[in-house]
C-alpha cells in the first residue's frame, strides 16, 4: 500500500477534508485478491488529458487531483484533469468521439460508452482484473460496462448516485406511520394522511435530468411497466403502464403545487423550506442540510428509504452513473489504462469514495466495506445504489436511443399530462409510443 505522510500531502496540494479521507481508508483497508495485473507497457513520453464532472463537495476533486499525482509520481506521466459542468460533459463527449481529437479520457454518464462505441479502445483486461480483485461487479456497473451481448468492456464504471425516499419522521409519524410503506396502497394512504395534515410529499413531474425522469422511471417499473422489451422494441403502451398512470392520477392530488415544472433543484428547496415532507433525492440534500445550522434540524427529521418495490423484486431505480472510456485517437492507450487502473486501486479509490461522504457509490462488491458507509445511519441505503438491476432504457439494451428518449422526456411527459388532466392514462401511453417509435427508428 503506498503510504501519504503528512509532508507528501502537502506537496501534493491535498486539504485537510481530503487528508482525513486517506487517514479513514488506511484505517479500514479494503480486502482484495491476489489478482495478477494485466501487462500495461506505458508508451515512451506518455501524457494524458482527461475530462470528468465537476465535483460535489470539494474533497471529491481534491482526492481525484492527489490521486492522479500519485500517478505520475509512480509512472512519469504527466495527467492533467479538467473538470466540466454536468451539462457540458455530454456535448464535450460527442464533440471528441465525433471528431477523433481532444482527451484521451473521459469519465462520462452511463450510456456514454454504448453511444460512441466504435470510437473506444476495449477495456476488457482492466476491467476484468479489477472484478476479480473486488469481489466482482455489481449488477448496474457490469450493464453499463459491457458492450450489449457482448463479454467485452467497453467503460470502467467509476461510481454511481441513486435517489431513494426522503421523508421527514415527525410528518411521517404524526400521521400514524413508523415509516413509509413498500407498498403502492400503503404508500398512497401515506400521502393522503400527510396532504390532509398540511404536510405534503412532492415528486418532479418537470423536465428535470435526474428527479423527473427518477420519478417516472420508479412509477412504471414499480408496476412492471418499461420504455421497450428485453430485445429493445418499444413496449410503454401497456396495461402495466395504464395502471401506473392511473395509480398517479390518485397520488398526484396529494403533491405541494407547483411539481408539474420542477427542475432538480425544486425539491430539494422545497423540502429545506418546510413545503415539502415527502420526496426523492440524493444524499446531497441531506448534507446541504445538515451542513447549514438553520437546516440542521431538518436533517436530524429526515430519514431516507426505499420507494415502494411494488411489483419489481429490487430497488426500482437507475443511479446515474461516472462511466470512463479511452478514445481510439490517444497516442498512449496503455497508458490511459494503466491510470483508470491505478485510480479504481483501493489505495486511491477508498479515500475518494470517503471524501464524496456517499455520494458516489462503489460499482466493485469489496468497497461494499469502505468506512463511509458507516460514518452516519442515514446514508447507509446509498451503499447498495450500483446493484439496481434496472438502468436507463429497461428493459431493453443501452443504446442511444434509449438515451435520447431519456433526454426528451418521453416518459415524463406522459406522467405530467395524465397528473395535469391534459392526457387520459390511455392517451398519454400512445402518444409515448408514438414518439419512442419515432426516436427508436432513427
Wanted: net charge neutral; aromatic share 10%.
Amino acid at each position: 500500500m503506498h503510504i501519504i505522510h503528512r509532508r507528501t500531502a502537502l506537496q501534493l496540494g491535498i486539504g485537510a477534508a481530503a487528508l482525513a479521507a486517506f487517514r479513514a481508508s488506511a484505517q479500514a483497508p479494503i480486502a482484495a485478491a491476489d489478482t495478477p495485473a494485466p501487462r500495461l507497457p506505458i508508451e515512451s513520453g506518455a501524457s494524458l488529458r482527461m475530462l470528468r464532472p465537476v465535483r460535489f463537495v470539494q474533497p471529491d476533486e481534491d482526492v481525484f487531483r492527489a490521486n492522479a499525482a500519485r500517478f505520475t509520481q509512480a509512472t512519469g506521466v504527466q495527467v492533467r484533469v479538467d473538470f466540466v459542468g454536468w451539462e457540458d460533459i455530454t456535448q464535450q463527449t460527442a464533440v471528441t468521439a465525433n471528431t477523433g481529437a481532444g482527451p484521451d479520457l473521459i469519465i462520462g454518464f452511463g450510456d456514454a460508452p454504448h453511444i460512441f462505441a466504435e470510437k473506444l479502445i476495449e477495456i476488457t483486461d482492466i476491467a476484468e482484473y479489477l472484478g476479480k480483485r473486488y469481489g466482482g461487479w455489481l449488477a448496474v456497473g457490469e450493464k453499463y460496462g459491457k458492450r450489449h451481448g457482448t463479454n467485452n468492456w467497453i467503460g470502467l464504471p467509476f461510481g454511481g448516485t441513486a435517489g431513494p425516499l426522503v421523508w421527514r419522521k415527525s410528518a411521517v409519524n404524526q400521521v400514524g406511520f413508523e415509516k413509509p410503506p413498500q407498498d403502492h396502497a400503503g404508500f398512497l394512504d401515506l400521502c393522503k394522511k400527510l396532504k390532509a395534515a398540511n404536510k405534503p410529499p412532492g415528486f418532479a413531474l418537470g423536465n428535470a435530468v435526474g428527479d423527473g425522469n427518477g420519478f417516472a422511471n420508479w412509477l412504471l417499473w414499480s408496476h412492471g411497466a418499461s420504455l421497450t422489451d428485453e430485445e429493445g422494441k418499444v413496449s410503454i403502451n401497456s396495461p402495466q403502464t395504464i395502471a401506473a398512470l392511473n395509480y398517479l392520477k390518485e397520488l398526484y392530488p396529494t403533491f405541494v403545487q407547483g411539481t408539474l415544472s420542477w427542475g432538480d433543484i425544486s425539491n430539494n428547496r422545497a423540502y429545506a423550506a418546510n413545503e415539502c415532507w415527502v420526496t426523492s433525492n440524493g444524499v446531497s440534500l441531506y448534507f446541504s442540510l445538515k451542513g447549514d445550522p438553520a437546516t440542521a434540524p431538518i436533517a436530524e427529521d429526515t430519514e431516507h428509504d426505499l420507494l415502494p418495490l411494488g411489483q419489481a423484486s429490487s430497488w426500482p431505480s437507475a443511479p446515474l452513473t461516472l462511466n470512463a472510456m479511452v478514445f481510439k485517437h490517444s497516442r498512449y492507450p496503455n497508458a490511459a489504462k494503466a491510470f483508470l487502473q491505478f485510480m479504481m486501486e483501493r489505495e486511491q479509490y477508498d479515500p475518494w469514495l470517503i471524501a464524496n461522504l456517499g455520494y458516489w457509490a462503489h460499482p466493485l462488491a469489496a468497497y461494499g466495506a469502505s468506512a463511509v458507509w458507516s460514518s452516519d445511519p442515514k446514508i447507509a441505503i446509498f451503499k447498495d445504489s450500483m446493484n439496481n438491476k434496472f438502468w436507463n432504457g429497461y428493459k431493453g439494451p443501452i443504446s442511444e436511443a434509449s438515451g435520447q428518449a431519456n433526454a426528451e422526456y418521453v416518459t415524463v411527459q406522459m406522467c405530467a399530462a395524465v397528473a395535469s388532466g391534459q392526457a387520459t392514462p390511455e392517451q398519454a401511453a400512445r402518444e409515448a409510443e408514438r414518439r419512442a417509435r419515432r426516436i427508436f427508428r432513427r
